[in-house]
């Protein structure tokens, strides 16, 4: 989310939660399903991260030129979930024990990303079409974060690497990118990375 707004010159305003003013309960008891992020645009409060990513994408125009590409966007946005699901657990649950399996499994779970680039202009372009969309921010995100875990993960794929250098170029996206607030900001709560 917060690329997406800092590369389409959104502004926006951030609250930083504690650990000791959530253990508090009572902005926990707030949230519907008792979880954050939460987020506030007018009088629509949202919460889950991707129904938030989702309103961001239709409000901002970064949904697909159409409702194929939307629809093609969508499946993308899922399978980026699916491995973000597969590398919480790793972080959450089972990082000692499991990071050196996940990491050799981690080319099959890049693989279909490359495919889908490959398809759209030979892997020159964004993900689907040729505007970035949310779910470019979204596995762009992903995509850092695991260079972090295994920094040569992307080494046999060369249309996502190039993509993860093509996006993280963009001018506001890499000042949002090298700013203090991206990159002290923990990539995880307990650490771990």
């Known amino acids: 989310m917060r690329m997406l707004l800092a590369d389409q010159g959104q502004s926006w305003k951030e609250e930083v ?14 949230c519907l399903y008792g979880q954050l992020p939460k987020f506030q645009d007018g009088d629509l409060t949202l919460y889950q991260s991707n ?4 309103h961001l994408g239709r409000s901002l125009g970064l949904y697909g030129k159409d409702h194929q590409e939307a629809a093609l966007l969508d499946v993308v946005n899922d399978g980026v979930e699916d491995l973000r699901c597969k590398y919480a657990l790793l972080i959450y ?5 499991g990071k050196e399996e996940y990491v ?6 890049l693989k279909p990303f490359e495919t889908l680039l490959s398809q759209n202009e030979g892997g020159q372009a964004f993900i689907v079409g040729n505007q970035i969309s ?8 992903l995509l850092l974060i695991h260079q972090v875990l295994a920094p040569n993960c992307l080494d046999s794929f060369p249309l996502l690497s190039a ?11 890499k000042a949002f990118l090298s700013s203090p607030e991206h ?3 923990p990539i995880n709560g307990n650490g771990k990375q």
């Open 51 to 54: 129904a938030i990513l989702r």
């Open 93 to 97: 649950t089972n990082y000692e024990a």
């Open 134 to 141: 949310f779910a470019d921010y979204n596995l762009l995100d």
């Open 104 to 109: 050799k499994a981690l080319p099959g779970y």
């Open 17 to 30: 939660v504690t650990m000791e003013t959530w253990m508090k309960g009572s902005l926990k008891a707030s």
């Open 163 to 173: 993509y993860v250098a093509r996006l993280s170029a963009r001018p506001k996206l």
């Open 183 to 185: 990159v002290n900001r």
